[in-house]
């Protein structure tokens, strides 16, 4: 993990093509914000994990998630 320390209006540049602005630190909140190409998603970490929990959910116990439209067994699965 790299960890940075940045102040308002101090940016951080992932690729060519992400930026990440340090906008207000208020007490232990930290606004940040993102310009990224629009085919790339962004997620707070309990939405993703939410998100992913609901898929788990609705799938099939022995096939995982389609990666590239391939179905794709689990490992051990027969």
Same mark, same amino acid.
């Given at each position: 993990m790299l960890i940075l320390t940045r102040k308002v209006?101090?940016?951080i540049r992932i690729g060519d093509a992400v *930026?990440? %602005? *340090?906008?207000?630190v208020r007490g232990s909140q930290v606004r940040l914000g993102v310009d990224a190409p629009t085919d790339v998603r962004i997620f %707070?970490?309990?939405v993703y994990r939410a998100?992913? !929990?609901a898929k788990g959910e609705h799938a @099939? !116990? !022995? *096939? @995982?998630?389609? *990666?590239?439209g391939e179905s794709r067994r689990k490992p051990g699965a027969a």
């Open positions: 209006g101090e940016m *930026v990440i %602005r *340090v906008l207000e %707070r970490e309990e998100t992913q !929990d @099939a !116990d !022995d *096939v @995982a998630a389609p *990666v590239n």
